[in-house]
């Protein structure tokens, strides 16, 4: 089975901060891996997806997000955090043949301070 | 337009009342999908379905049921509501032909159950 664990609910950064959100992984099969941020009183959109090719995947707004398969992670990053980068924030897992049935985590709530 | 709408946005009811949500999507894509996001819990399927014909149980159907009206139109119903269906659900739409394909969202239905 697969799943998908999300380290922090909540994150508080200061603006101009690097944003570190975690995401580790589990599945017996090579995994696709996705990020959704959720703004207030808004669905969930797409950041980034890792599909196998490149291991470092380049989303909106700046995020990025690495795919190591030893470690079993795929942590979302951004440099410099921006006020608008205040949302939630989701991982998700599915893999071949899994009908993209998506699994999700619980989510990271991220703050932005002045 | 936006290309996923969800119809009520907002639906406060009883319990044992019967609801529908609507989901109707503009992007010509076959799979659908309705998922209840619980804080803290992430978002957790509750029914998809890949054509007119294909509809299948996800992690949590207890207590809902489907239809899909049309390649465009999927609706989620609480056959008899219970407080703890109380939830925010969102409908999604993929094409697989994007594969591994993204997830499209709705603006979501806040459901209250009292």
């Known amino acids: 089975a697969q799943s998908v664990t999300q380290l922090g609910s909540h994150v508080s950064v200061s603006e101009g901060a690097l944003v570190l959100l975690r995401c580790n992984y589990s599945?017996?099969?090579?995994?696709?891996l996705f990020w959704y941020v959720q703004y207030p009183n808004q669905g969930l959109q797409l950041l980034l997806k890792?599909?196998?090719?490149?291991?470092l995947v380049k989303g909106i707004n700046g995020f990025e997000a690495e795919f190591k398969k030893s470690e079993t992670s795929f942590h979302l990053t951004k440099p410099s955090a921006h006020m608008s980068d205040a949302a939630e924030y989701f991982c998700?897992?599915?893999?071949?043949?899994?009908?993209?049935?998506?699994?999700f985590g619980t989510g990271t709530q991220l703050k932005v301070e002045l | 337009d936006a290309d996923v709408t969800q119809t009520p946005r907002n639906r406060i009811t009883k319990t044992g009342k019967r609801i529908m949500l609507e989901c109707s999507q503009t992007?010509?894509?076959?799979?659908m999908y309705w998922y209840r996001q619980d804080p803290g819990l992430g978002l957790r399927l509750i029914y998809y379905?890949?054509?007119?014909?294909?509809?299948n149980k996800g992690e949590i159907s207890d207590g809902y049921s489907v239809s899909r009206q049309a390649q465009a139109k999927f609706s989620l119903s609480l056959e008899s509501a219970i407080p703890n269906q109380t939830a925010l659900y969102f409908c999604?739409?993929?094409?697989?032909?994007?594969?591994?394909?993204?997830?499209?969202f709705g603006p979501g239905t806040r459901l209250t159950v009292l």
């Open positions: 599945s017996s099969v090579p995994p696709y």
């Open positions: 998700a897992v599915t893999f071949t043949g899994g009908g993209n049935k998506l699994t």
């Open positions: 999604a739409t993929s094409d697989p032909r994007q594969g591994p394909d993204t997830q499209y």
């Open positions: 992007k010509g894509h076959d799979r």
């Open positions: 890792y599909t196998s090719a490149a291991t």
């Open positions: 379905s890949f054509d007119v014909k294909d509809i």
